[in-house]
Each structure stands twice: as structure tokens, then as C-alpha cells.
């Protein structure tokens, strides 16, 4: 098994900053890729960055250009810089991770990320 943990959520005003961090512990061995999904009220969870087991990464067009996915293998922790914040960025941001090509199997609790305008 592996925990994810996240962390970095909170409230901020539009055009501010926040960095989310996942810490991943147990069996590490058993995951290459990470990724962060989020679900704002009344709408589906959706993908929003992801790393890939070489560093490739991917972005939601919704985010591209002001939201960069990192990983720090060292400390077994994926972070997500998020700048230029906007109101609809509001969301619960879940943490995931799993093996590359095989989906993620494992996620975290998730952070709350509010926006005021």
C-alpha cells in the first residue's frame, strides 16, 4: 500500500500563489507516476497536472502556463506551484498515484483551494 498526504490548501485572493504538496510513504517502490486532480462542487473530478516515471508532465489547458507539477524523489513528495490563481480554480485537489499506463491507484484525502475574487 502507499498513503498519500497532502497539504498547502487554503484561501487566497485572485492572482495570489499556493503550493500543494503530496507525501507519499509505504511500499514506493510500487509507483512511477503522480498526478493531481481536482472537483469543484457539482462538477466531475478532473485531471489537472501529472508526472510521469521519466518527468514528462501534462497539463490541463486550464492551467497551463500557470501551474507547474513537480516531484522530488529524494523526499517521496510531488508538488504543484499554482500561480496566477483564479476564482475558478476553487476546488478540493486530490493527490494521486499509481504506475505509468496502468492509472492511478492510489489517492490522498485531498486539500481544499479557495479563490475569492
Known amino acids: 500500500q502507499v498513503q498519500l498526504v497532502e497539504s498547502g490548501g487554503g484561501l487566497v485572493q485572485a492572482g495570489g500563489s499556493l503550493r500543494l504538496s503530496c507525501a507519499a510513504s509505504?511500499?514506493?517502490?510500487?509507483?512511477?507516476?503522480m498526478g493531481w486532480y481536482r472537483q469543484a462542487p457539482g462538477k466531475q473530478r478532473e485531471l489537472v497536472a501529472a508526472i510521469g516515471s521519466r518527468g514528462s508532465t501534462n497539463y490541463a489547458d486550464s492551467v497551463k502556463g500557470r501551474f507547474t507539477i513537480s516531484r522530488d524523489t529524494v523526499k517521496n513528495t510531488m508538488y504543484l506551484q499554482m500561480n496566477n490563481l483564479k476564482p475558478e480554480d476553487t476546488a478540493v485537489y486530490y493527490c494521486?498515484?499509481?504506475?505509468?499506463?496502468?492509472?492511478?491507484?492510489?489517492w490522498g484525502q485531498g486539500t481544499q483551494v479557495t479563490v475569492s475574487s
Open positions: 494521486a498515484a499509481g504506475l505509468d499506463g496502468l492509472g492511478y491507484q492510489y
Open positions: 509505504g511500499k514506493i517502490f510500487s509507483i512511477n507516476a
